[in-house]
């Protein structure tokens, strides 16, 4: 990426008349001998068009699955604002904030941390951010699980793709803190996400029982160990995420539905143009378990990737309504099927791209004969610009 490096003196004044001009800077870079000061950030904009469940409900029901045709546009401006600072003995200093401006006018941050390092490959980082994927998606241009709204969220009644991430960070209003260790090929990390949980159910209900009835939800502790090795292009890692406070959140039954614990392990390849990863996690839940599996690949600009998951629901709140099923126990399986290419230096303009991803999605359960109504697909064109 290109930069523009500046001198002491002219330092604030250029800096601010960059970020408030309408001309794209690739990257504005004040450094010196031992601190280092950067600005940049990029534009992401999406047209969407996908085939999706209708309402918040459960799909599990003796009828049709409800659905809607949707189109939209999405995206937001990102700015990055980054820092560092070192000591004659190489200790180091750093920060990082990303701010979103949000096309339907929100508000939000990406990162935002502070990272105190060893020139021995130890540190320090507290803030918001996220840790090591466990389970990289490659070009992830347009993915929508069947049954799943999003990455990190658990809807009741709609299938779960699990993906050892409930506790990478960036979760709700929960804080971060993360030690890491670099030695050669080798990477180890402790990262813990403390705070209020319930942002992780994305319905008031788990297995159709309320959720946290009488407001006493206390405040999670989830730990979150990884190791990876990367010898060459190759890269293996493996690690878990538990809470370790008890009843952290309870449904009304008084069952603790926050006792989770996570296993992740990824097996990744980057040489010649090619990446390539293979994914598997597994979640043992309160009355649940979850699979999943993924493959994916990126060969010049042209992305492929597919997901399967499989859920075991043990138990579920009996309904006196023969016409409708909350939800269903035993097994129901999840398959996406997702791609993407990517136009790189649209009109030969540095930095400008273009990208088309689509995916198509279904769910079945072993007691169903046809969940056809609850297959999901979708399109999306991305115009990013990075400056």
Request: net charge negative; aromatic share 12%.
């Amino acid at each position: 990426m290109m930069s523009q490096r500046l001198p002491l003196g002219g330092f604030l004044v250029t800096c601010v008349a960059a970020l408030n001009s309408t001309s794209s800077i690739a990257q504005i870079v004040y450094e010196d001998e031992s601190q280092r000061l950067t600005f940049g950030g990029d534009v992401e904009l999406d047209i969407n068009a996908q085939n999706n469940h209708a309402g918040d409900g459960p799909i599990f029901f003796e009828g049709d699955v409800e659905h809607s045709d949707e189109f939209d546009q999405t995206g937001r401006v990102l700015l990055d604002i980054g820092g560092e600072r070192r000591s004659p003995d190489n200790h180091y200093a750093r920060f990082k904030v990303q701010p979103l401006i949000q096309t339907n006018g929100g508000f939000g941050v990406d990162d935002a941390w502070l990272a105190i390092g060893s020139s021995k490959g130890l540190e320090l980082k507290v803030g918001r951010f996220e840790a090591f994927d466990l389970f990289p998606l490659g070009q992830d241009v347009f993915i929508g699980f069947s049954g799943d709204t999003s990455d990190s969220l658990y809807r009741d009644g709609q299938g779960y793709v699990y993906q050892a991430k409930e506790g990478r960070g960036r979760g709700g209003d929960s804080g971060q803190v993360m030690v890491s260790q670099r030695s050669g090929d080798f990477y180890a990390e402790i990262s813990t996400l403390l705070g209020d949980r319930t942002d992780l159910f994305d319905t008031d209900t788990y297995h159709g029982y309320q959720i946290d009835p009488e407001g006493r939800v206390k405040n999670s502790f989830i730990v979150r160990p990884v190791v990876a090795w990367s010898p060459g292009a190759w890269t293996l890692a493996v690690g878990l995420e538990t809470n370790l406070v008890s009843d952290a959140v309870v449904d009304e039954r008084g069952a603790d539905i926050s006792d989770r614990t996570g296993y992740g392990a990824r097996l990744s390849y980057n040489q010649g143009g090619w990446q390539l990863n293979a994914n598997l996690a597994y979640l043992d839940a309160h009355e649940e378990t979850n699979l999943t599996l993924g493959l994916n690949a990126l060969w010049r600009g042209f992305g492929v990737g597919y997901i399967h998951a499989r859920n075991e629901i043990d138990d579920v709140r009996p309904i006196n309504d023969e016409e409708a099923v909350f939800s269903m126990p035993g097994r129901y399986d999840i398959d996406t099927l997702y791609t993407s290419y990517h136009f790189a230096n649209v009109l030969s303009i540095e930095n400008l791209s273009i990208y088309l991803g689509a995916y198509f999605g279904r769910i079945d359960h072993h007691e169903i004969d046809s969940l056809d109504d609850a297959d999901r697909y979708g399109g999306r064109v991305r115009f990013k610009y990075m400056f």
